[in-house]
């Protein structure tokens, strides 16, 4: 499988073409089709993240890590999958990941009031764009359908460390 880096405009366009989002693991796996955001869909996705994330908030603590466990095992596959049909390994409409990585980061809020979500989102997007160690080997080291999630995942606890030390200092 070719990675994105190495694709050239067509090679990506033609990868992109290959989505069904009849296919319910190509709808999933683009974020209900937030990925296929001709810029930045990385980031899409993760803002389109948030309004499920309101709606985990909902959901007794045990419940929502249940949920997000579940996210991360059929993630793994449904990325697997898309990325298997585009041909291409962690093409950027493929944004399960965003959200799984957000769901994590999310879980550090100390207040539900915007300002928090929007540095959970800088904060979330930036490690996951940046890939300082440790999720730069994650990224690197480790594929399929599991290499696409596991950065996010890395980068999302990370985030939520962040995050939570933000709100206990009383930094933000």
Same mark, same amino acid.
């Not at 683009?30 to 089709?33: E, H, P």
């Given at each position: 499988m070719i990675t994105l880096a190495k694709m050239t405009k067509t090679q990506r366009q033609a990868a992109k073409a290959r989505l069904r989002m009849a296919n319910p693991f190509h709808l999933l796996a683009?974020?209900? +089709?937030s +990925?296929?955001? &001709?810029?930045? &869909? +990385?980031?899409?996705?993760s803002i389109a993240a948030i309004p499920f994330w309101l709606l985990l908030t909902q959901l007794p603590l045990a419940l929502y890590l249940i949920f997000l466990l579940l996210s991360i095992v059929l993630g793994t596959y449904l990325c697997h999958r898309t990325a298997r049909d585009m041909g291409v390994h962690d093409h950027g409409s493929i944004v399960w990941d965003e959200f799984v990585g957000m769901w994590i980061t999310l879980l550090a809020v100390p207040a539900l009031e915007w300002r928090w979500i929007v540095l959970g989102l800088i904060i979330f997007r930036v490690l996951d764009m940046w890939k300082p160690w440790p999720i730069r080997w994650f990224d690197r080291n480790v594929h399929g359908g599991w290499g696409i999630m596991v950065d996010d995942i890395v980068a999302g606890v990370l985030s939520a460390i962040l995050l939570w030390l933000a709100g206990y200092y009383g930094l933000f």
């Open positions: 683009t974020g209900f +089709g +990925g296929l955001s &001709p810029l930045v &869909p +990385g980031t899409i996705g």
